[in-house]
Antibody, heavy 116, light 111 residues
């Protein structure tokens, strides 16, 4: 069955960087749009980015554009989110999900805390 | 696109119906003719689970007591008979206009 496992979260100081990973299994990863979504108590659920199966189609929400970079390695069935210039308001649980317009399956999430 | 849900909180009696409303600030018809209005359920400590996609299509394994309807900018999720496992927060989400957006959530609890 479809399984998505996020990792890489943690505590980081403002201005710092983290790289999140999402390991996928149980489906044709290279054929699937993939998505990053975050959830925080203050801002609820927020779409961050999606990437097509080939990596040619990528979009970001304005709040992370220029700071976050999504990528994928289809040989490793893995999705990544490089996060630079982190701010306290980026504190959230970060989820990867399969598909974009209909995010059908989600991982359990990884927690990112930005604080000094 | 702003997604507005109501009510924020919904106390329900077991076995009774429940209804959640979701309103979008603009129409959600995509260029392929689909309306990407989805509903999710999130239990405490868990990630959201897809219940309904494209207004009225139940995802695999979703009980038939859940149904979705709507058109234009007004959409509804209905539970025909609430069961104890249905507690949690329900979110609507639009996948038509980028950036895709979620409603603020409706918390369903048992009276």
């Amino acid at each position: 069955q479809v399984q998505l496992v996020e990792s890489g979260g943690g505590l980081v100081e403002p201005g710092g960087s983290l790289r999140l990973s999402c390991a996928a299994s149980g489906f044709m990863f290279s054929d699937s749009y993939m998505t990053w979504i975050r959830q925080s108590p203050g801002k609820g659920l927020e779409w961050l980015s999606y990437i097509s199966g080939s990596g040619a189609d990528i979009s970001y929400v304005d709040s992370v554009k220029g700071r976050f970079t999504v990528s994928r390695d289809n040989a490793k069935d893995s999705l990544y989110l490089q996060m630079n210039g982190l701010r306290p308001e980026d504190t959230a649980v970060y989820y990867c999900a399969r598909y974009a317009r209909v995010p059908q399956r989600w991982g359990k999430g990884t927690t990112v805390t930005v604080s000094s | 696109v702003v997604m507005t849900q109501s009510p924020l909180s919904l106390p329900v009696t077991l076995g009774q119906p429940a209804s959640i409303s979701c309103r979008s600030s603009q129409g959600l018809v995509y260029s392929d003719g689909s309306i990407y209005l989805n509903w999710f359920h999130q239990r405490p400590g868990q990630s959201p689970r897809l219940l309904i996609h494209r207004v009225s299509n139940r995802d695999s394994g979703v009980p038939d007591r859940f149904s979705g309807s709507g058109s234009g900018t007004d959409f509804t999720l209905k539970i025909s008979r609430v069961e104890a496992e249905d507690v949690g927060v329900y979110f609507c989400m639009q996948g038509t206009h980028w950036p895709f957006t979620f409603g603020g959530g409706t918390k369903v609890e048992i009276k």
